[in-house]
């Protein structure tokens, strides 16, 4: 196929309006209450189809294989996936530079049609791809709606921006020149996304690097290939050239590694574990034999976020949006509560009408739309359990602690809450990435300051306050990325919230903002002189 321009069967897009946020799924109308129930029937005919890894556009299968499982019913095979290894490496970096050679060169309005082609076909078919991502990777049905939604937004949000960017001029035009600023690509990027949001981080991921004219070798996480191999069959109807995407599961140890270390690499996007990411970093940091570049990283790490609940809060929102923010989607989340920090003459009323709020969520299969769904696999929950019995000789345990038996063997866990908890204890400052919440008491304000940057992460944080200099003070000294007054601490929207943390929680890659595509381009300043 010729990648130089668009196939002519795919008319070319430009987008339509201003952005705005692709708006949420109301399930209040019982017509969309049926569309997901169809979209799961449907979905679950398709469960546990195999999968080939896409090269060049070329399907190939290995020895060995991944197999994806649903993780409310462990039982249940959601998808087998080839698994790539070393014998892969060079053939599907070839496949990418080869691309690359041709891709690079095509339009701006090309690369961004694409992307606004995806997001068309994402928005006829949203339903199914949230049961998609209630059956692999344990969604309710808000959960996987607003995983979608943000999909979407990536897609349309990228595609504007990479208009934007290539209409940049430089602050001034030099006397007796024609002066250009251009923002090229970089070359073969490894983008390594999360199995918790494994649509829209790794779409978001795949999509800012290509429409800034790169190609993509994409390794998903083992625990949700699945998405990403329909994911990547959408940007195939759109349009896509073969060996833009080259959809390669595998193992990181192996196949994953090999990608970052390939002096061919570009560059690596990665959203994951801080030790996962540091590794990357450090294995990127290593020049190899006919490297000629530094190779970039823009890592997404993790989390030990914050509420600080001050004296003068709403009571009520305060413990809706600490609930929220802690059990949405059991806690997986980099950006979720994991600490409430509460002022000493509100503590005692917060924790109980905290206590009686978490006895009402439900925990249970997401198909059925319950609150609480499963964790995402037997290593993660035993590791949840593990920091639930070092809380109960840190804290109060006043929710939660088990794992409730079902008869699918679902990971389960109970929302888990532990009060008195000292500022420097274990399940205080360490990621949990599950529904176990620490409650902080602190004198006052200042206090719960100090305690909101006692860890070596900077990702998200809420206050709770309606008094403007607490406000004030903390817009300019509580240290995350993403900071929220009044408001839950999860659920940053593309465009008005770009998200990324500080410290250890990553490089502050700012995803869904204005600052992004910077990431995977790099700057190139023409002089004509007239």
């Known amino acids: 196929m010729t990648i130089s321009r668009i196939p002519s069967a795919i008319k070319l897009r430009t987008p339509k309006g201003v952005f705005s946020n692709d708006p949420f799924v109301d399930f209040n109308d019982p017509e969309n209450v049926r569309a997901m129930r169809h979209a799961l029937d449907q979905v679950a005919a398709h469960l546990g189809s195999e999968y080939s890894l896409i090269v060049g556009g070329k399907r190939l299968k290995t020895p060995e294989r991944i197999r994806s499982i649903n993780p409310a019913r462990p039982a249940q095979v959601v998808g087998i996936h080839q698994k790539a290894g070393a014998a892969q490496v060079e053939t599907v970096m070839s496949a990418a530079l080869q691309a690359f050679e041709s891709w690079r060169k ?96 790794m779409a978001g991921m795949t999509s800012a690097s290509i429409v800034a004219g790169n190609t993509v070798i994409l390794k998903p996480s083992s625990d949700a290939p699945t998405i990403a191999a329909r994911f990547v069959e959408v940007l195939e109807e759109a349009g896509m050239p073969d060996g833009v995407v080259n959809f390669c599961p595998g193992s990181g140890a192996t196949f994953g590694n090999a990608i970052v270390e390939h002096p061919k690499t570009r560059f690596i996007a ?33 989390g030990k976020d914050s509420i600080l609940v001050a004296e003068d809060a709403d009571l009520d929102a305060a413990v809706e949006g600490v609930v929220a923010s802690a059990f949405g989607f059991s806690g997986q989340k980099c950006s979720a509560c994991s600490r409430a920090i509460i002022e000493d003459p509100i503590y005692d009323v917060f924790v ?37 019995e070092t809380g109960k000789k840190e804290g109060r ?134």
């Open 106 to 201: 095509t339009t701006v309005e090309e690369r961004a049609s694409l992307l606004l082609g995806a997001a068309e076909i994402l928005r006829r078919r949203r339903f199914e791809f949230m049961a998609w991502l209630t059956y692999e990777v344990g969604k309710n049905w808000a959960e996987a709606d607003a995983d979608v939604g943000e999909t979407i937004d990536f897609l349309e949000f990228y595609a504007r921006e990479a208009l934007r960017l290539a209409a940049a001029v430089p602050p001034i035009q030099y006397p007796g020149e024609r002066d250009e600023l251009l923002y090229i690509p970089l070359g073969v990027g490894a983008v390594i996304p999360p199995w918790n949001f494994p649509l829209a981080i």
């Open 270 to 302: 990665f959203t994951g574990s801080r030790p996962v990411g540091l590794e990357i970093h450090l294995r990127a940091a290593q020049a190899q034999p006919r490297q000629i570049w530094i190779k970039r990283t823009i890592l997404e790490m993790g």
């Open 352 to 388: 109980e009408r905290l206590r009686e709020r978490v006895a009402k969520l439900i925990v249970g299969d997401p198909a059925a739309n319950s609150n609480v769904g499963p964790v995402i696999n037997q290593a993660a929950l035993d590791s949840m359990l593990g920091y639930i």
């Open 397 to 530: 345990l006043i929710a939660g602690g088990n794992a409730p038996a079902n008869e699918a063997g679902g990971f389960y866990l109970e929302p888990t809450i532990f009060a008195d908890v000292a500022p420097n204890a274990v399940i205080a400052q360490e990621e949990i990435f599950g529904p176990v919440l620490a409650l902080i008491k602190v004198a006052n304000f200042e206090e719960g300051l100090r305690v909101a940057n006692n860890t070596e992460y900077g990702l998200t944080g809420a206050l709770y306050s309606t008094n403007r200099d607490h406000l004030d003070r903390a817009r300019r000294d509580f240290h995350v990325g993403n900071l929220y007054f009044n408001r839950k601490c999860t659920g940053a929207m593309v465009g008005a919230h770009p998200f990324g943390g500080f410290n250890m929680s990553g490089t502050d890659s700012k995803a869904g903002g204005p600052d992004y595509l910077y990431l995977f381009t790099q700057a190139k300043s023409v002089a004509e002189k007239l």
